[in-house]
């Protein structure tokens, strides 16, 4: 009986989970709706799209702050600086997701744009080549 009923309350809990992350992700959509003018695309296209028109919406928030300009809301501000940081770090775990596929299923795959791979060198950092100088 006991195994009967922590299947439920395992059940229950996985509800209550899945009911909060649903919750969570039409409180994400309704926010960046109001802030951005415009429905959020899906993948890391249109996360990047939504973080650069973020970053433009900020900017503007800072420069209208700054200027002591009539419309300027602190509310805005502080809503488009967390909604920013949310997409960035969602746009890093992505990418950080598609590099560790890439690289699971191709240990000698090529790195991704941008990444830097070590190079050995024999002489080590600063020793370049100092034979036969004076």
């Given at each position: 009986?006991?195994?009967?009923?922590?299947?439920?309350?395992?059940?229950r809990?996985s509800d209550?989970?899945?009911a909060?992350?649903e919750?969570?992700?039409?409180?994400?959509?309704r926010?960046l709706?109001r802030?951005?003018?415009?429905?959020?695309?899906?993948g890391?296209?249109?996360?990047?799209?939504l973080?650069?028109?973020l970053?433009?919406?900020?900017?503007?928030?800072?420069?209208?702050g700054?200027a002591?300009?009539?419309?300027?809301?602190?509310?805005?501000?502080?809503?488009?600086?967390?909604?920013?940081r949310a997409?960035c770090a969602?746009l890093r775990?992505?990418?950080?997701?598609?590099?560790?596929?890439?690289?699971?299923?191709?240990?000698?795959?090529d790195?991704?744009?941008?990444?830097?791979?070590?190079?050995p060198?024999?002489?080590?950092?600063?020793?370049?080549?100092?034979?036969g100088?004076t």
């Open positions: 009986m006991q195994d009967e009923q922590g299947g439920r309350h395992g059940q809990r209550e989970e899945e909060r992350e919750r969570a992700m039409a409180l994400r959509l926010t709706r802030l951005t003018g415009r429905e959020p695309e899906e890391e296209a249109g996360r990047k799209a973080v650069a028109r970053a433009r919406a900020l900017r503007g928030e800072r420069q209208r700054k002591g300009h009539w419309s300027y809301d602190l509310n805005r501000h502080i809503a488009l600086s967390q909604a920013y997409e969602a775990a992505c990418r950080e997701t598609l590099r560790a596929g890439r690289t699971k299923d191709h240990p000698t795959a790195p991704l744009p941008g990444s830097v791979s070590p190079t060198t024999s002489a080590g950092p600063g020793k370049q080549g100092s034979e100088t």
